[in-house]
């Protein structure tokens, strides 16, 4: 490994702190969403809104946003030197939070030509794997790579995937160009504006104590390894993302007129929740932590906030408190915005750990904004 590469994951990695209810990267609270989830996520939203291009422009436009504020972060945090013919950074950034194995071929700054290749991309592999496609699937990937060329050159670059492991090419391949022409996305502008580092990043948080942490470290060697193929926690495939990303997504869906977003989103947070238990009653087979509570700090520990648990009879109460999808929601003034992924999580993983269906009747009135109680029916 080369040395700058060494120092780069190091970085990265140091940066990267559980705090028992969040997970937080450069002071960024980010969400760790499964690649396999993250595949059915995409190809749920095409399927159910019968308009692939408008889909694929929209996850283009969110990995754009991510790819800026990512690249302007590192610059900023790590005051970088931007050498445009050495991008080996931010190759490894990438590949840090579970991108893949991606180098940049070519890097023409006069002329605004960029390639960038990614021999063994996560997301295209698991997509052909689950859906057997035959086209370029890695819109995101697109977006962030336009996203973060736009920052380090200080133009607009359009970038397009020309080859794709999902179509059976021997590699992914992305060509970047100079773009004069302005995103056709509406609510796009808006969402930039609060997509800061002023926004995102002005928090303070104090580890807290989760005695599933104690039980993972024993369970696993190393909770998170990163290598080419990709960011593994808990043994599993996982790509970073910070929670704005989810949120930028579901605002962008309703401002272009997708309809059902909130059952959308439940969608998601059921995939989520399926994703969830299956590796927790995996790991935790020999019986001694297969309960409610044990399972929800477990949820914690996967930076989904708070939760206390209390049972009357049969019915189950849930506090669930300091919620980092409503928290983020706040920051875009989205103050109105449904619960309804975390419910979704809530719903799936708790009627398969407790062998019953848990649907659950959400309270947020008597408690502040991002605090909710979740009583079963």
């Not at 609270?29 to 929209?58: A, G, R």
């Amino acid at each position: 490994m080369k040395i700058w590469k060494l120092i780069s994951r190091l970085v990265a990695i140091k940066a990267l702190k559980f705090y028992g209810n969040r997970v937080v990267l450069l002071n960024t609270s980010m969400i760790l969403i499964p690649i396999e989830v993250f595949v059915e996520l995409h190809q749920e939203l095409i399927d159910t809104t019968k308009n692939e291009k408008l889909i694929n422009d929209i996850i283009y436009e969110v990995g754009k946003l991510q790819g800026y504020f990512g690249t302007a972060l590192y610059i900023d945090k790590y005051k970088i030197n931007i050498d445009y013919n050495d991008f080996s950074f931010y190759m490894e950034q990438a590949r840090f939070v579970g991108l893949g194995n991606l180098s940049a071929e070519n890097v023409d700054v006069s002329n605004i030509d960029i390639l960038i290749e990614n021999k063994d991309n996560p997301f295209a592999k698991e997509y052909k794997n689950k859906y057997n496609t035959n086209k370029v699937v890695d819109y995101f990937y697109s977006g962030l790579i336009a996203g973060a060329a736009s920052e380090i050159f200080k133009k607009n670059i359009l970038v397009k995937e020309t080859k794709c492991l999902a179509k059976n090419d021997p590699k992914c391949e992305f060509r970047g160009e100079l773009c004069e022409t302005k995103s056709s996305i509406k609510g796009i502008e808006q969402i930039k504006e609060k997509y800061t580092y002023n926004n995102l990043c002005k928090f303070k948080l104090t580890k807290k104590y989760n005695k599933i942490e104690d039980f993972l470290k024993k369970k696993y060697k190393d909770l998170v390894k990163i290598d080419d193929t990709g960011f593994y926690f808990l043994d599993k495939k996982h790509v970073l993302f910070p929670w704005a990303v989810t949120i930028a997504l579901y605002n962008l869906l309703e401002n272009n007129s997708i309809s059902k977003v909130d059952e959308l989103y439940y969608k998601f947070g059921r995939n989520y929740g399926d994703f969830l238990i299956a590796n927790y009653l995996k790991f935790s087979k020999d019986g001694r932590h297969i309960n409610i509570t044990d399972f929800c700090n477990y949820l914690s520990y996967y930076g989904l906030g708070d939760f206390e648990i209390k049972k009357t009879g049969t019915e189950i109460k849930i506090i669930h408190k300091n919620n980092p999808f409503l928290i983020e929601a706040g920051k875009f003034n989205m103050k109105n915005i449904s619960n309804s992924f975390m419910l979704g999580v809530l719903y799936s993983s708790l009627s398969r750990l407790l062998k019953k269906n848990i649907l659950l009747k959400e309270d947020g009135v008597k408690f502040r904004m991002n605090d909710r109680i979740y009583t079963s029916k």
